[in-house]
Nanobody
Framework: QVQLVESGGGLVQAGGSLRLSCAASGRTFSSYHLAWFRQAPGQERKFVATITWSGDRTYYSDSVKGRFTISRDNAKNTVFLQMNSLKPEDTAVYYC??????????????????WGQGTQVTVSS
């Protein structure tokens, strides 16, 4: 069982930066693949970025590639999402997610077993 708690959301102007954190409980954190998804008002939850359990491989959606960076600190049971050059269209509730399994880039919502409660990111124009 893994419990995830996101933090770091807030209001930022377009072009600014935010760093989201997701703290996890559980002794097997280092064996889980982790991801960030986001959900804008009236839209489905969408994949943003993922990092393998080893931390050496990452994958991003086209909409954030080159602007966002996912990383993890297994010693602190935490995954991060550094968001730079933010745009108003990045406004959403951001969720972290976790799953175990073979080394692979999991990008579908249904592929993840554990979810945080979400943190709001609002980018003003």
């Amino acid at each position: 069982q893994v419990q995830l708690v996101e933090s770091g959301g807030g209001l930022v102007q377009a072009g600014g930066s935010l760093r989201l954190s997701c703290a996890a409980s559980g002794r097997t954190f280092s064996s889980y693949h982790l991801a960030w998804f986001r959900q804008a008002p009236g839209q489905e939850r969408k994949f943003v970025a993922t990092i393998t359990w080893s931390g050496d491989r990452t994958y991003y959606s086209d909409s954030v590639k080159g602007r966002f960076t996912i990383s993890r600190d297994n010693a602190k049971n935490t995954v991060f999402l550094q968001m730079n050059s933010l745009k108003p269209e990045d406004t959403a509730v951001y969720y972290c997610a976790a799953r175990a399994g073979p080394n692979y880039f999991y990008t579908k919502e249904y592929e993840y077993d554990y979810w945080g409660q979400g943190t709001q990111v609002t980018v003003s124009s």
